[in-house]
């Protein structure tokens, strides 16, 4: 199996400029999240995903996050307007389980620098 | 809700040498505790897990972590690093049972130096 797959690796943008994520998750799983990661916040959760409907999304920092789960083998996280603040590693993960539990696979990441 | 405490940001240490990573946790409810590690310019791996049962645990790579639930901890040790185990280590925990939302630690970052 190829793992999680994430796109692209990295992003360098300009303050305004709208930023899409990508990811594939690993087949058969139905539990997608998404992370962020910064030196000052560590690694936070910003929603997830059961089935392709959002469960959890109380940790999307504001308006300009959005993301969507149009399949099961597919997912987006969007910023829009991007701001330097949002600077940061996104990673996407994946669980066959409910929740994740300790069944959680995680991509790569996406190092995004907004300037 | 959890939460994690890594009480080291960094922790160097010499090759062949132990190591312990410390982790406490404070739950109101029985927790499932978990270490991952993450290699530069990589996700994170999952190390090992304490679910239930036995409170000594074995992970990869010749770590295991031990479940204190009167002190709250969960450290990581390993008797004897290797350079290639120099990462950054992340301390985890969630409630058990149901949807329970991961909750990790700053992370450690381990520097072996030959």
């Known amino acids: 199996d190829a793992g999680v797959i994430q796109s692209p690796r990295h992003e360098v943008t300009e303050m305004g400029q709208e930023v899409t994520l990508r990811c594939k998750p690993i087949?058969?799983?139905?539990?997608l999240f998404w992370y962020r990661q910064t030196m000052m916040r560590g690694l936070e959760l910003l929603i997830y995903?059961?089935?392709?409907?959002?469960?959890?999304d109380s940790g999307m920092p504001e308006d300009r996050f959005s993301a969507k789960m149009p399949n099961a083998s597919f997912s987006t996280l969007k910023i829009q307007p991007s701001e330097p603040r949002d600077s940061a590693v996104y990673f996407c993960?994946?669980?066959?389980?409910f929740g994740g539990g300790e069944k959680l696979f995680f991509g790569s990441g996406t190092q995004l620098s907004v300037l | 809700a959890q939460s994690v405490t890594q009480l080291d940001s960094q922790v160097p240490v010499f090759e062949e040498a132990p190591v312990e990573l410390r982790c406490n946790y404070s739950s109101s409810v029985s927790v499932y505790l978990f270490w991952y590690v993450q290699y530069p310019n990589q996700g994170l791996q999952l190390l090992l897990k304490y679910l239930s049962g036995s409170t000594l645990v074995k992970g990869i790579n010749g770590f295991e972590a031990e479940f204190n639930k009167s002190q709250t901890s969960f450290h990581l040790r390993k008797p004897s690093v290797h350079i290639s185990d120099t990462a950054e280590y992340f301390c985890a925990v969630s409630g058990s049972g149901g949807y329970n939302k991961l909750i990790f630690g700053a992370g450690t970052r381990l520097a072996v130096h030959p």
């Open positions: 087949s058969g799983h139905n539990s």
């Open positions: 995903f059961n089935n392709n409907v959002p469960i959890d």
């Open positions: 993960a994946s669980s066959p389980q």
